[in-house]
């Protein structure tokens, strides 16, 4: 699995560290506000949106940190990081076993 | 363009949930047919990259933010199918795990960065490569192209999306219900931001990305090739 394309996962560990550059644009994209920046932004939250907005408060890693360690930059960093790690290893289990329909 | 929970109305986000299914099944039978046991790690690679990629969130001058999505780069390397496999798998985690993206509008995201993206990206790649070496500087142009192209379209197709509710569905008064801007201004946000920023960074990750894949690992690049002349099927879709 890692062997045979070294060079990628060495680029993808990379990314993983240098992750936290991601931080810096601490601007919500657009159409992506949360119900208090829709107040700041819009200046009202529509009703629809205000029903469904809370669909899924299950996210064990909100907006990628760890929950209550994100007071200091160095906390938001490592929690994205932290992310970063999660996310990837999830990916890749979820790929390899998706995997194994595919024949050689 | 990660639309959230609550931007799209129901009747718009479940349609395109529906769609994904078909859309799917078809992803895993052609991945099935064409991607080699050996090319199973660096589809998995790939979809971690494009996870990685959308951490990487790019000022925009306003307060906003967007980002590249690497599903262009993954659609070139293993084909188009397999490329809406990976981001698909990144993007439900991405909405299950760390709450970015809705969970109803999984379809939609699905179908603008990971059906929308690759095949529009591969398209334009076939397009502008033509017969060139992938790791040509035609190759490498076409790459850049591809990314910027597939990026914006994806853009184009989300503003639509969430541009198109606040004239379908509003209250009695004239309230929109769910997303509160016009098309016309959702689609010159979204695309005065892809066009000018993340498009540019779109295309240098899938350029560098080509680049890079087809110097360490030529046999990635290279096998798609003579399958196109031994015969011209259609490589790798």
Not at chain 2, 49 to 75: D, Q
Not at chain 2, 105 to 128: E, R, S, T, W
Not at chain 2, 180 to 202: C, D, F, N, Q, R
């Amino acid at each position: 699995m890692f062997k045979t394309y070294k060079k990628l996962w060495l680029v993808l560990s990379l990314f993983i560290v240098l992750s936290p550059l991601g931080l810096l644009a601490t601007g919500t994209a657009f159409g992506e506000w949360g119900s208090d920046e829709l107040i700041d932004e819009v200046g009202f939250i529509p009703a629809g949106l205000e029903k469904m907005a809370d669909l899924w408060q299950h996210a064990p890693m909100p907006d990628y940190s760890i929950q209550g360690f994100a007071a200091t930059f160095g906390q938001s960093a490592l929690g994205y990081i932290a992310s970063a790690v999660v996310g990837v290893l999830l990916v890749v289990l979820i790929i390899t076993f998706l995997s194994r329909i595919v024949k050689d | 363009m990660h639309i959230p929970d609550g931007y799209l109305s129901p009747q718009t986000a479940v349609p395109f949930v529906v769609a994904m299914v078909p859309i799917w099944g078809v992803a895993v039978k052609k991945v099935k047919e064409n991607l080699r046991k050996r090319e199973v790690p660096v589809l998995a690679v790939g979809a971690a990259f494009s996870f990685i990629i959308m951490m990487f969130n790019l000022p925009i001058p306003g307060g906003s933010s967007a980002h590249a999505v690497g599903a262009v780069l993954l659609a070139i390397l293993l084909g188009p199918w397999a490329a809406c496999i990976g981001v698909s798998v990144a993007l439900i985690i991405q909405a299950l795990i760390f709450g970015d993206g809705g969970i109803l509008a999984i379809g939609a995201n699905c179908f603008n960065m990971a059906f929308i993206m690759p095949m529009v990206g591969y398209l334009m790649y076939k397009l502008i490569k033509g017969q060139a070496d992938a790791i040509s500087t035609r190759g490498i142009i076409a790459a850049a192209l591809a990314g910027y192209i597939g990026l914006n379209v994806a853009a184009l197709f989300t503003a639509v999306e969430f541009g198109s509710q606040y004239h379908l569905f509003q209250t009695a008064d004239g309230t929109p219900l769910y997303f509160m801007y016009p098309i016309k201004v959702a689609i010159a946000a979204m695309l005065s931001e892809h066009l000018t920023l993340a498009g540019p960074v779109e295309a240098l990750v899938t350029a560098l990305g080509v680049w890079f894949v087809g110097n360490s690992y030529p046999e990635l690049v290279a096998r798609k090739q003579a399958i196109m002349f031994n015969g011209g099927v259609a490589d790798n879709v």
